[in-house]
């Protein structure tokens, strides 16, 4: 996906710091097609405007920015979530990724930072301020300690075709699109197409979803 294709809407309270970033990702040839101030505007505006990508900050009025994730991301559209905040703690950024969040950075990276994550967010890659990454994966593996029991009436899992599995597997590592796109020596578009199909059949939403998925069944495990 070529900058210029890449559609941005950038959220933050504070004018200057949004006017900044927005700037930036112009310069850069992303194509900024909303700002917003507040949560509420924050929603209905990208659902007039249909971004690819929301850098969106978690401390808004009106609507805390999770909850503006939480009503954007899995309705149907290609939204994806790269939360740009002041806040490194950890609380903050788990109830990001949980809310829909493809990835989170803090607001003191540099600008070629944040215009990689966006770039890599459009891809669907997750993208964290290092030392977060670690984070998210080991709270993925703490939920998958204890899965919800099944329930009886459950459908049977549907199948996976073998190619499907061995790209799950290597999410549920932690590998990025592009990552697993030079392992297995096929596009990253092709990639993104297995997660798609996958994500289908398995009725999940998002990356978060299926990463604990495979994880509670040992996927991150193998090979």
């Not at 294709?5 to 959220?11: I, S, T, W």
């Not at 971004?51 to 939204?79: A, T």
């Not at 459908?155 to 799950?168: C, F, M, N, S």
């Amino acid at each position: 996906m070529g900058e210029s294709a890449v559609r941005v809407m950038v959220v933050d309270d504070h004018p200057m710091w949004r006017d900044a970033v927005s700037r930036d990702l112009a310069e850069a040839g992303f194509e900024v097609v909303a700002t917003a101030g507040d949560g509420p505007q924050a929603v209905r505006r990208a659902k007039a405007t249909a971004p690819d990508v929301l850098v969106l900050d978690l401390n808004l009025p009106g609507l805390p920015g999770v909850e503006v994730c939480r009503q954007l991301v899995g309705q149907g559209g290609s939204l994806r979530v790269l939360v740009l905040s002041a806040s490194g703690e950890h609380s903050d950024v788990l109830e990001a990724v949980k809310s829909g969040a493809t990835g989170y950075l803090v607001k003191s990276a540099s600008t070629d930072e944040l215009l990689e994550a966006v770039r890599r967010t459009a891809q669907g890659d997750p993208v964290f301020t290092p030392g977060l990454a670690g984070l998210v994966l080991g709270e993925y593996r703490r939920l998958a300690s204890d899965p919800p029991p099944r329930n009886r009436d459950e459908p049977a899992v549907p199948h996976l075709t073998d190619r499907e599995t061995e790209v799950l597997r290597l999410v549920a590592k932690g590998l990025s699109y592009r990552q697993i796109a030079e392992r297995l020596v096929i596009s990253h578009r092709t990639v993104q197409n297995h997660v798609q199909n996958t994500l289908g059949k398995l009725q999940l939403h998002n990356r978060v979803e299926l990463v604990r998925y495979a994880i509670e069944r040992g996927l991150d495990d193998e090979g």
